[in-house]
């Protein structure tokens, strides 16, 4: 059997596939519609990242797939409706990445907190801003709030509580028995130090965090997203910033990825920016991409 493989994966795995089945590796593959169209139609399992949307064309030229392997988490650039009508497996690497995820959040939470990083440039200068740096806040102590509280809402609020923060969290779904207390999300808002969202991007959680949800977060919070950037209203966030409500941002989701020219969130202060890997170590990666092959594998057999 045949199987597409559209953006990076490991090579131990990308191997072990190879071992039982032909195996096409383009990790740019997403980025050449007409050829990925094309090796789609004799494909009989797809393993994608978040850029390949498996919808529309793509899904349409799927005709001999039996499964979709998602190397990562979040499904919404794929059709789940469509593969289920077409008899489509699609197997996301669950809870595979969580702990790079969980670090992400809580080292930028500290980064934040603190503010006492961007300072290189003016001490390799010669110059002592000492002064402007010593208000920054310790961790321990400040109030972790999760929106989700899924597998990564979970073990992140377990490295939080290691530095002495205390937990809360909001889910919908909150799981039974769970082990810090549910809030209602304006309650969480107005109670934390440190936001990190860690939902899924459906119709009920676009623009969440909105201007009025903004406007409730304590003054000085900070806000972290790793889950989807349509959750955040990015327009909204860049006011709160530039005007001094939060003390500071970290995104690494976003609506449009990359980022358009003009963007609001082009020079906001005590904004950090990162290209969507909070996911994605090289450990990480490797057990994600183990996770994927082996599914793969399973559901070709």
């Known amino acids: 059997?045949?199987?597409?493989?559209?953006?990076?994966?490991?090579?131990?795995?990308?191997?072990?596939?190879?071992?039982?089945?032909?195996?096409?590796?383009?990790?740019?593959?997403?980025?050449?519609?007409?050829r990925?169209?094309?090796?789609?139609?004799s494909a009989d399992a797809i393993i994608v990242r978040n850029r390949?949307?498996?919808?529309?064309?793509?899904?349409?030229?799927?005709?001999?797939?039996k499964v979709v392997g998602r190397l990562g988490v979040g499904l919404d650039n794929i059709d789940l409706a469509g593969?289920?009508?077409r008899g489509i497996r699609v197997i996301p690497a669950t809870g595979a990445n969580a702990q790079s995820v969980a670090e992400y959040v809580v080292?930028?939470?500290?980064?934040l907190l603190r503010g006492a990083y961007g300072a290189t440039a003016e001490v390799a200068a010669g110059q002592w801003p000492r002064a402007a740096l010593t208000n920054g806040r310790e961790i321990g102590g400040k109030t972790l709030g999760l929106v989700g509280y899924g597998s990564i809402g979970q073990l992140t609020g377990r490295l939080a509580r290691l530095l002495g923060m205390q937990v809360v969290a909001h889910d919908a779904a909150m799981p039974a028995g769970a082990d810090v207390p549910s809030l209602a999300?304006?309650?969480l808002l107005a109670q934390a130090d440190v936001v990190s969202l860690h939902v899924p991007l459906l119709d009920s959680t676009r623009h969440l965090i909105d201007a009025r949800r903004l406007t409730a977060m304590k003054p000085g919070a900070v806000l972290i997203n790793t889950a989807r950037g349509g959750v955040v209203d990015e327009a909204?966030?860049?006011?709160?910033?530039?005007?001094?409500?939060?003390a500071g941002a970290a995104l690494d989701v976003f609506e449009t990825e990359p980022l358009p020219a003009g963007s609001p969130l082009?020079?906001?202060?005590?904004l950090l920016l990162t290209p969507h890997i909070a996911g994605v170590t090289a450990e990480a990666n490797e057990r994600v991409s183990s996770l994927i092959a082996d599914k793969v594998l399973e559901a070709l057999a």
């Open 83 to 85: 593969c289920e009508a």
């Open 107 to 111: 080292a930028t939470a500290m980064l």
């Open 266 to 270: 082009a020079g906001c202060p005590n």
């Open 236 to 246: 909204a966030l860049a006011e709160a910033l530039r005007d001094g409500h939060l």
């Open 36 to 41: 990925l169209l094309k090796l789609a139609a």
């Open 185 to 187: 999300l304006d309650a």
């Open 1 to 34: 059997m045949k199987i597409l493989i559209t953006e990076f994966m490991d090579a131990p795995a990308v191997a072990r596939l190879s071992s039982r089945h032909e195996v096409i590796h383009e990790a740019t593959l997403v980025d050449d519609t007409p």
């Open 52 to 65: 390949t949307q498996v919808r529309g064309e793509l899904l349409a030229a799927l005709a001999r797939c």
